[in-house]
């Protein structure tokens, strides 16, 4: 059974302090690995796929990497408006659905 | 532009009657699905249909149905409600290039609560 686990399940930062969220995967197959920003009362929006080991993908202040187990979403110098649930999804190779990780909440304080 | 379209925005549905959340797309994405999110369980696939005139079932698909009789809509019906379908329901799509970079286009959500 394909599963995703995410972690923490919440995050506390003051304005500036960089961190990384993780995102582990078992999976039999990986066709991609994707995050998504989700903000309070919106639907989620999706920032990246990553395909294969060793990948990494950037957009402003976060970078996400990929290994054979698991993914890490780091977050450089956050500001208050990078405050959303972080969602982690994978998707198996020959389905053309996602599943997806319960998220991590996180929280930067100015 | 518009991109995904769903309605009610939120609905309180006494248990046992019907419901039918709207979802409309104007991308011309082939694919769409619906999930439902709930508190410490994520976001959860209840159906999907990889091109109008199929569906197929995902994580969660009973007490629901869903039919996709053209491209732009899908709608999900609920046929006798109960308590525990009381959730946050997301509508997304996708188009057949998208779908292999896992870009889901999500609509704001439709909040249902049961009674």
């Known amino acids: 059974e394909d599963q995703v686990t995410q972690s923490p399940e919440a995050l506390r930062l003051q304005e500036g302090e960089s961190s990384s969220l993780n995102c582990s995967y078992t999976?039999?197959?990986?066709?991609?690995l994707f995050w998504y920003r989700q903000d309070p009362g919106k639907g989620p929006e999706f920032l990246f796929t990553?395909?294969?080991a060793g990948e990494e993908k950037e957009k402003e202040r976060l970078k996400a990497t990929l290994t054979k187990k698991e993914s890490f979403l780091h977050i450089t110098a956050p500001k208050p408006e990078d405050s959303a649930t972080y969602l982690c999804?994978?998707?198996?190779?020959?389905?053309?659905?996602?599943?997806f990780g319960k998220g991590t909440m996180l929280l930067v304080s100015p | 532009t518009a991109g995904i379209t769903q309605a009610p925005t939120s609905q309180i549905l006494a248990a046992g009657r019907s419901m039918t959340l709207r979802c409309t797309q104007d991308?011309?994405?082939?694919?769409m699905y619906w999930y439902r999110q709930d508190l410490g369980l994520g976001l959860r696939l209840i159906h999907y249909?990889?091109?109008?005139?199929?569906?197929g079932k995902g994580e969660v698909p009973d007490g629901y149905s869903v039919s996709r009789a053209n491209t732009d809509d899908f709608p999900l019906t609920l046929a006798s409600a109960v308590p525990s379908q009381t959730s946050v329901y997301f509508c997304?799509?996708?188009?057949?290039?998208?779908?292999?970079?896992?870009?889901?286009?999500f609509g704001e959500g439709s909040r249902l609560t049961v009674l």
């Open positions: 997304a799509s996708s188009d057949e290039f998208n779908a292999n970079t896992g870009e889901l286009f």
């Open positions: 999976v039999s197959g990986l066709r991609g």
């Open positions: 990553l395909y294969s």
């Open positions: 999804a994978v998707q198996p190779s020959g389905y053309s659905t996602l599943t």
């Open positions: 991308m011309r994405h082939n694919a």
């Open positions: 249909s990889n091109t109008a005139g199929t569906t």
